[in-house]
């Protein structure tokens, strides 16, 4: 067990690493969580007080998941305790030399920085749990359910947000509320205030669970935050209508099936869709995601993963209101490659005490970028009865496909060497051919 926490540890706490987050996927990190209120992918030990140093070199772009081309330097502490069996909290800081380069010149660096150097608040918040009732309030990272390094609706790869969150459980059911601040957008002068409101009801059963998510994001010059959204039972495109409020509403639906052979994960998501085709705006086409995961235990060393990941045009934009995109401190909230794409992957683990190894192949279409430009209309220049289609990805194709091989050394103590080689054979990242990135950390326990 020790192993998986030196994974989670090393591979959750920075925006800009080696994507080592694949071991989390593979481990047994599932079985530590209940999913009523697992609603964040990294839990540090209790009564524990670390600090981190870490240095990440690129010669190039590893993969997808990397969002700059800077190497990376950065120290971390963190503390996490308990006040008694029902309270716990945790504090974490951290300085990282400031990111100067984006992979993609919309995602620039958001944090401020001094002479070269940013620091902020990774984690600072306080939980209560009892049989019946969870409540959250505080920064953390933020993504309900099954671990995987790639998600639709949130991200492993986005930053902590300020939150809050509180859970009512029965027996194998439960209904959440959760809200999470989002950075402000300016324009024109004029700032923009940004919230995400959400409810969930998860059921679990004995070998995995079901849940189903509504969002709610909605903003405006001066909106504080609408604690009518916070009703675990009001239906956000309902109230909505009554209340001519504007807001941009996403539903989704997790299932999750895990024995001790093999899992498999289930993720839809559903952004808008049109029933009536009566006029011109009728015709936008359906905006959806979807995710299907497949793991295989091979043995107690190896594991086979496969993933399959889809999201239309559009989805996760905002036809109207910029502040209503899915978009936080200028990343996607969803999965990091937008939308307008399709991916499937093919992974092979193999681990031990003191190394892991992971080989992928990797084969990506992505269309034009769909999400931080403006919501494209094409269908508005179409008749009813003609009707309108377009091609998926829309826009002008890319490809990105190759292979990735990542080795982890945990020979030393307290020392942690992360080398990964990547080939790609096309791709839409300007890093076609032969990739290095090596990653060094040391951590140290109080």
Not at 1 to 14: E, Q
Not at 225 to 239: A, H, Q, R, T, V
Not at 367 to 376: H, P, T
Request: with cysteine; charged share 20%; glycine share 4%.
């Amino acid at each position: 067990m020790k192993i998986i926490y030196i994974f989670i540890f090393n591979s959750m706490i920075f925006c800009q690493i080696v994507d080592n987050s694949y071991y989390m996927q593979y481990s047994d990190l599932d079985s530590l969580y209940n999913f009523h209120t697992n609603f964040s992918y990294f839990e540090s030990d209790l009564s524990s007080q670390k600090i981190h140093f870490q240095y990440d070199f690129y010669n190039s772009i590893i993969n997808y998941n990397q969002k700059f081309r800077d190497n990376n330097s950065i120290f971390l502490y963190s503390l996490a305790d308990s006040l008694n069996s029902n309270i716990d909290y945790e504090l974490a800081a951290f300085l990282e030399n400031k990111k100067n380069e984006p992979i993609n010149n919309y995602s620039v660096y958001y944090n401020d920085e001094f002479n070269g150097l940013s620091g902020d608040i990774q984690k600072s918040y306080i939980r209560y749990k009892n049989n019946y009732l969870a409540l959250k309030i505080g920064r953390d990272y933020f993504l309900p359910g099954k671990y995987l390094s790639d998600r639709l609706l949130f991200s492993a790869a986005g930053y902590p947000y300020d939150q809050f969150i509180f859970t009512f459980i029965k027996n194998k059911l439960s209904i959440s509320s959760f809200y999470l601040s989002l950075n402000s957008f300016k324009e024109n002068d004029i700032t923009y205030m940004r919230h995400l409101s959400g409810r969930r009801v998860n059921l679990n059963f004995n070998n995995g669970y079901l849940a189903l998510n509504e969002i709610s994001i909605y903003g405006g010059e001066n909106q504080q935050i609408n604690f009518s959204l916070l009703n675990p039972f009001n239906i956000s495109y309902i109230y909505q209508l009554n209340n001519s409020f504007k807001l941009n509403s996403i539903l989704s639906l997790e299932y999750l099936f895990d024995n001790n052979n093999f899992s498999f994960f289930i993720e839809f998501v559903l952004d808008d869709f049109q029933i009536e085709k009566e006029i011109p705006s009728d015709l936008e086409p359906t905006e959806f995601a979807f995710l299907v995961n497949f793991n295989k235990v091979i043995n107690k060393s190896i594991n086979y993963n496969f993933n399959f990941i889809s999201i239309a045009n559009r989805t996760f934009n905002a036809p109207v209101y910029e502040y209503e995109k899915m978009i936080y401190k200028n990343f996607p909230i969803g999965h990091l490659l937008g939308n307008n794409f399709w991916k499937i992957e093919n992974s092979i683990i193999m681990k031990s005490e003191n190394y892991s190894l992971l080989a992928r192949n990797v084969y990506i279409e992505k269309g034009e970028e769909a999400l931080f430009s403006e919501f494209n209309k094409d269908y508005l220049e179409f008749d009813v009865d003609e009707g309108y289609s377009e091609n998926f990805p829309f826009g002008k194709k890319e490809i990105m496909s190759g292979i990735e091989l990542e080795m982890q050394y945990l020979n030393f103590k307290n020392i942690n060497l992360n080398t990964t080689l990547s080939y790609w054979f096309d791709s839409f990242l300007d890093n076609e051919g032969l990739n290095l990135a090596i990653s060094i950390d040391y951590n140290y326990s109080f």
